[in-house]
């Protein structure tokens, strides 16, 4: 079969030895893949990255000096079942998979091992209990988004988002704009992006941003009085000293009326703030930017050391949670939402191409002004997006 390898950063188009079901896996026909940001982050990086990913105990990740198929976005057709199968879905059948597949007894992700081919090629083999048929015909072009979509349902978990919060998304790239999507979705009142690149800025408004602002001009934390944050540490002291006055004025004992407060109130108000760049001193900037009691959730993957100064993180009482992939459920329920409506990510999608231009369409995703999601139908003969 036809497939784009990837060795020592050179991406080739070659044949490869036809992939074969084993016991528990699907044999696909690959109808679309997309090119993701981690795979124009590993092919020069791959190295560094693996020795990161050891220091968490996952030691399959690729080296440069390997030959590796990447495409752990995709959306195919059933062809054939390996041994062991139930064989629920017929073949035929459009369907999505995560992509993490046994490998005797580990487990590897689809695209990012030298073990197994990813996506980037003609056919696929995936785990078939990762595999979901795709309803109410849906596009294989949309069906091919809901991995990168799933990562973005994780971080709105995270980051226990409300409607009534104010959501700031730092970074409009794929991920950024698949929050952004997700944030409409749940008629999120107020979604502020932030980003340099005014292509990516109006990717942003037409995903659903309510505000979109330019970092080097305006701040996407000014808002923060109009939505009655509290601004620093000052204010949190006169908070808690006036209401304290307050509430002892009552015929009640305070703590009483104060732990009711609590339980009806929740967490003090503060915006939920995306990280989605992944870059030396974002985080750090963010912390600077925010008011009293932000929630931070970072999904954004810096590969180099970064610094934080926990104090001024402690003073504002800020949350910081880190987010990683999604659950099998996240999965199926984003691919759901894709299909049903819910969620409107075609404006993620600005090109496609075959194979023997995935090289090009790995050069064109360098320039944010021109694009955000290419992807690819290994049966087109496009090459540029």
Same mark, same amino acid.
């Given at each position: 079969?036809?497939?784009?390898?990837?060795?020592?950063?050179?991406?080739?188009?070659?044949?490869?030895?036809?992939?074969?079901?084993?016991?528990?896996?699907?044999?696909?026909?690959?109808?679309?893949?997309?090119?993701?940001?981690?795979?124009?982050?590993?092919?020069?990086?791959?190295?560094?990255?693996?020795?990161?990913?050891?220091?968490?105990?996952?030691?399959?990740?690729?080296?440069?000096?390997?030959?590796?198929?990447?495409?752990?976005?995709?959306?195919?057709?059933?062809?054939?079942?390996?041994?062991?199968?139930?064989?629920?879905?017929?073949?035929?059948?459009?369907?999505?998979?995560?992509?993490?597949?046994?490998?005797?007894?580990?487990?590897?992700?689809?695209?990012?091992?030298?073990?197994?081919?990813?996506?980037?090629?003609?056919?696929?083999?995936?785990?078939?209990?990762?595999?979901?048929?795709?309803?109410?015909?849906?596009?294989?072009?949309?069906?091919?988004?809901?991995?990168?979509? %799933?990562?973005?349902?994780?971080?709105?978990? *995270?980051?226990?988002?409300? $409607?009534?919060?104010? !959501? /700031?998304? @730092?970074?409009?790239?794929?991920?950024?704009?698949?929050?952004?999507?997700?944030?409409?979705?749940?008629?999120?009142?107020?979604?502020?992006?932030?980003?340099?690149?005014?292509?990516?800025?109006?990717?942003?408004?037409?995903?659903?941003?309510?505000?979109?602002?330019?970092?080097?001009?305006?701040?996407?934390?000014?808002?923060?009085?109009?939505?009655?944050?509290?601004?620093?540490?000052?204010?949190?002291?006169?908070?808690?000293?006036?209401?304290?006055?307050?509430?002892?004025?009552?015929?009640?004992?305070?703590?009483?009326?104060?732990?009711?407060?609590?339980?009806?109130?929740?967490?003090?108000?503060?915006?939920?703030?995306?990280?989605?760049?992944?870059?030396?001193?974002?985080?750090?900037?963010?912390?600077?930017?925010?008011?009293?009691? %932000?929630?931070?959730?970072?999904?954004?993957? *810096?590969?180099?050391?970064? $610094?934080?100064?926990? !104090? /001024?993180? @402690?003073?504002?009482?800020?949350?910081?949670?880190?987010?990683?992939?999604?659950?099998?459920?996240?999965?199926?329920?984003?691919?759901?939402?894709?299909?049903?409506?819910?969620?409107?990510?075609?404006?993620?999608?600005?090109?496609?191409?075959?194979?023997?231009?995935?090289?090009?369409?790995?050069?064109?995703?360098?320039?944010?002004?021109?694009?955000?999601?290419?992807?690819?139908?290994?049966?087109?003969?496009?090459?540029?997006?």
């Amino acid at each position: 079969m036809k497939a784009v390898v990837c060795r020592n950063g050179q991406l080739t188009v070659q044949d490869r030895p036809e992939p074969r079901p084993g016991p528990g896996q699907v044999l696909l026909k690959v109808l679309r893949c997309g090119i993701c940001g981690s795979d124009l982050h590993i092919r020069h990086h791959c190295d560094a990255w693996g020795a990161l990913m050891a220091r968490s105990g996952y030691t399959s990740l690729m080296r440069a000096d390997q030959e590796v198929v990447f495409g752990h976005e995709f959306s195919g057709e059933v062809l054939e079942y390996g041994p062991g199968c139930k064989r629920s879905v017929k073949p035929g059948t459009h369907v999505v998979a995560s992509p993490a597949l046994r490998v005797g007894t580990e487990i590897d992700m689809v695209g990012l091992s030298a073990r197994i081919d990813g996506a980037y090629a003609e056919r696929v083999v995936v785990q078939e209990t990762s595999m979901f048929p795709i309803p109410n015909g849906l596009s294989p072009d949309l069906a091919a988004l809901t991995e990168p979509m %799933a990562v973005g349902m994780h971080a709105l978990r *995270c980051g226990n988002v409300k $409607r009534s919060d104010v !959501a /700031v998304v @730092i970074g409009c790239g794929p991920v950024g704009l698949a929050i952004i999507c997700l944030l409409k979705a749940r008629d999120v009142e107020t979604i502020v992006a932030s980003d340099f690149s005014p292509g990516r800025r109006k990717l942003a408004s037409a995903c659903g941003a309510h505000i979109v602002v330019d970092p080097a001009v305006h701040s996407p934390y000014a808002h923060w009085q109009e939505f009655g944050f509290i601004k620093d540490v000052p204010a949190t002291l006169e908070l808690m000293v006036s209401t304290r006055e307050k509430l002892g004025r009552l015929p009640l004992p305070w703590w009483h009326t104060w732990r009711l407060a609590e339980l009806l109130a929740g967490d003090p108000k503060g915006p939920v703030v995306f990280e989605c760049v992944g870059a030396p001193g974002v985080l750090q900037n963010i912390i600077e930017g925010v008011p009293q009691f %932000a929630r931070i959730v970072v999904v954004g993957v *810096c590969m180099q050391s970064d $610094r934080i100064e926990n !104090a /001024v993180a @402690i003073n504002k009482a800020t949350q910081i949670r880190f987010s990683a992939g999604y659950s099998p459920l996240e999965f199926r329920e984003t691919l759901h939402a894709i299909a049903y409506g819910t969620v409107d990510c075609s404006r993620l999608i600005t090109g496609e191409v075959g194979l023997g231009g995935v090289d090009a369409a790995f050069t064109a995703l360098g320039d944010p002004e021109t694009h955000a999601k290419i992807l690819i139908d290994p049966q087109s003969s496009v090459t540029l997006a």
